[in-house]
């Protein structure tokens, strides 16, 4: 699961079926959010945030999650400089 | 070689302390397949298990960093949302709920119905036929061929909603005939749909 959503982000950039069910994974956290507002409303809500999430899945920086290594040379350094 | 290797071990656990006390790298190893990746990389840290590890751990920060962001995402926006689409009803009244002038506090919409009319419109609706709100052609033939006590029956108990008992007392009888009739009816029913409605129905 873990693995599965990181390639399917990676792929929303270039392929709408990855993307679609990206979207359809955060179904309940979207549905949740619609009681924010009146129930007249809330088709339009929820067309609105399907628009949101489809730029905020396809511009989200996959690369820049730092690794491993990185944050334990980051640790390192913040020590060294506490010297 | 075995101690050789638990020595690798903590020796690495003294030098990095604070880096394994971080909370995120403590969730990722609470995991025991992650976990022992990170054994075997502290064992033999060659290229090749590094990079695994580099790639299990992003995957695993990814998965959080990523949730978190877009479910605080979708909720500030539909609260924006909100707040907007509230600020557009307030400033762009509809006619009929803006307050008439002169009178605070009174509304046009409440100016629309007469209280002292006759005609209700729930009423003009109403009717004392079930064959009235009747759809389908085959049941309207059906509850056609019903007799007029058994039609008022079941327009008492499925348009009215009442019970069998209810029923019985509005009608004057007991409460077993009413429910043989109510029987009778439905089975009536039943029999018409095996007859006609097969046919009919078969087509679909």
Same mark, same amino acid.
């Given at each position: 699961?873990t *693995?599965?959503l990181?390639?399917?982000?990676k792929?929303s950039r270039?392929n709408n079926?990855?993307?679609?069910t990206? @979207? ?5 956290? &979207?549905k949740?959010?619609?009681y924010?507002?009146n ?8 067309? /609105? ?5 489809? +730029?905020?899945?396809t $511009? %989200?920086?996959v690369?820049?999650?730092p690794?491993?290594w990185? =944050?334990k /040379? ?9 010297y | 070689?075995?101690?050789? $290797?638990? !020595?690798?071990? $903590?020796e690495?656990?003294?030098c990095?302390k604070?880096? #394994? ?7 990722f190893l609470s995991n025991q397949?992650? %976990?022992?990746?990170?054994?075997d ?5 060659t290229?090749e !298990?590094r990079n ?8 695993f %920060?990814?998965? @959080?960093r990523? @949730? +978190?962001?877009i479910?605080t995402? #979708?909720?500030? *926006?539909?609260v ?12 762009y009244?509809?006619?009929?709920d +803006?307050?008439?002038?002169?009178e605070?506090g009174i ?6 119905q007469?209280p /002292?009319?006759? =005609?209700?419109?729930?009423? &003009?609706s =109403?009717?004392d036929d079930i064959a009235?709100?009747?759809g389908?052609p ?7 061929e ?6 008022e029956v079941?327009t008492l108990a %499925?348009?009215g909603g009442l ?6 007392? #509005?009608?004057?009888?007991?409460q077993q005939?009413? +429910?043989?009739?109510?029987k009778?009816?439905l ?5 018409h749909?095996k007859?006609k409605?097969?046919?009919?129905y /078969?087509s679909?």
């Amino acid at each position: 699961m873990t *693995n599965r959503l990181y390639d399917l982000v990676k792929e929303s950039r270039s392929n709408n079926e990855a993307l679609e069910t990206v @979207i359809e994974l955060f179904e309940p956290k &979207l549905k949740k959010s619609l009681y924010m507002t009146n129930p007249n409303d809330r088709e339009d809500l929820a067309q /609105e945030l399907k628009l949101k999430m489809i +730029s905020y899945i396809t $511009e %989200y920086d996959v690369d820049a999650i730092p690794g491993f290594w990185e =944050i334990k /040379e980051k640790t390192d350094k913040a020590r060294k400089k506490g010297y | 070689m075995e101690s050789q $290797e638990w !020595n690798k071990l $903590e020796e690495f656990k003294k030098c990095n302390k604070e880096f #394994l006390s971080n909370p995120i790298i403590k969730s990722f190893l609470s995991n025991q397949e992650n %976990y022992q990746l990170f054994l075997d990389t502290i064992v033999h840290p060659t290229v090749e !298990n590094r990079n695994k590890l580099d790639r299990m751990f992003k995957a695993f %920060y990814f998965h @959080i960093r990523f @949730i +978190s962001f877009i479910s605080t995402s #979708l909720y500030f *926006n539909a609260v924006h949302f909100d707040k907007k689409q509230r600020q557009h009803s307030s400033r762009y009244l509809l006619t009929i709920d +803006s307050t008439v002038q002169n009178e605070e506090g009174i509304t046009f919409i409440e100016l629309i119905q007469d209280p /002292e009319s006759e =005609i209700v419109p729930d009423k &003009l609706s =109403i009717s004392d036929d079930i064959a009235d709100y009747i759809g389908d052609p085959v049941l309207y033939e059906a509850v056609q061929e019903l007799s007029v006590k058994q039609r008022e029956v079941l327009t008492l108990a %499925y348009i009215g909603g009442l019970t069998d008992t209810e029923i019985a007392k #509005l009608l004057n009888k007991s409460q077993q005939s009413v +429910s043989k009739m109510h029987k009778k009816a439905l089975r009536k029913i039943q029999d018409h749909f095996k007859k006609k409605g097969k046919d009919k129905y /078969e087509s679909y």
